[in-house]
């Protein structure tokens, strides 16, 4: 693997582990794997009255893209609703060059993945999890 796909920015946003962890009592909780590499991703949430995320917090067993994507949703997700969480994961997937477009912070971060296509998944899976828990 490249040293350019694990860049510094990418290895500081799995050191971070924002929202690493479980919840005590989340509203809602999601679990999703990668059968060809073997990440998988726990997510719990706790949604306010009007459905957006109050807290959140994820488990990933996985490799190092699939750990700072998880971290960087995470540093962002919180107020936001399913179509606000759809918009993060456009924004990732325009980071991996899977939409057209810019990519914000913090998922300009993954644009060295856009090469390595069969990591797009890596970087995809805490965006699955988050989804099936907000279904």
């Known amino acids: 693997m490249s040293d350019r ?5 990418i290895v500081a946003l799995a050191k971070a ?14 679990r999703r794997d990668n059968p060809l590499c073997g990440d998988r991703v726990s997510i719990d949430v706790t949604l306010d009255g009007e459905g ?15 750990q700072a994507s998880a971290s960087a949703l995470a540093s962002v997700v919180v107020g936001r609703d ?13 980071a991996i060059g ?12 993954f ?5 390595h296509k069969s990591r797009h998944e890596c970087v995809l899976l805490p965006f699955e999890a988050l989804e099936d828990a907000l279904s």
């Open 52 to 66: 957006k995320i109050a807290e959140i917090a994820h488990q990933v067993r996985g490799c190092l893209l699939c």
């Open 17 to 30: 582990k924002t929202g690493a962890g479980k919840l005590a009592s989340p509203t809602k909780s999601a």
């Open 98 to 109: 899977r939409k057209v477009g810019e990519p914000h912070e913090p998922f300009v971060a």
């Open 111 to 115: 644009v060295p993945v856009r090469e």
């Open 82 to 94: 399913a179509a606000g969480v759809a918009d993060l994961r456009h924004d990732a997937e325009r």
């Open 5 to 9: 796909l694990y860049q510094e920015r």
